[in-house]
């Protein structure tokens, strides 16, 4: 899935960690969520499945996003 098909729900710019800019959180739209941040060690995920940390600020914003 390309990121072009995602709608953005948080974040300023285009995505790019490098350009301060992560993390995020994108809605496909199957209306599933793909998070964009710092990968996490709380504890090792399943195969196939990975962990990333996000502020409750990015989290806060993605809610009002979708208006909930």
Not at 1 to 20: F, H, S, V
Not at 34 to 48: E, K, L, N, R, W
């Amino acid at each position: 899935m390309a990121r072009e098909e995602l709608t953005r729900l948080t974040g300023n710019g285009n995505g790019e960690c490098d350009e301060d800019d992560c993390p995020n959180v994108y809605r496909t739209q199957l209306g599933t969520f793909v998070v964009q941040g710092d990968t996490s060690d709380a504890f090792i995920p399943p195969q196939g499945e990975g962990l990333v940390e996000i502020p409750e600020s990015v989290l806060r914003e993605a809610v009002r996003a979708l208006g909930w």
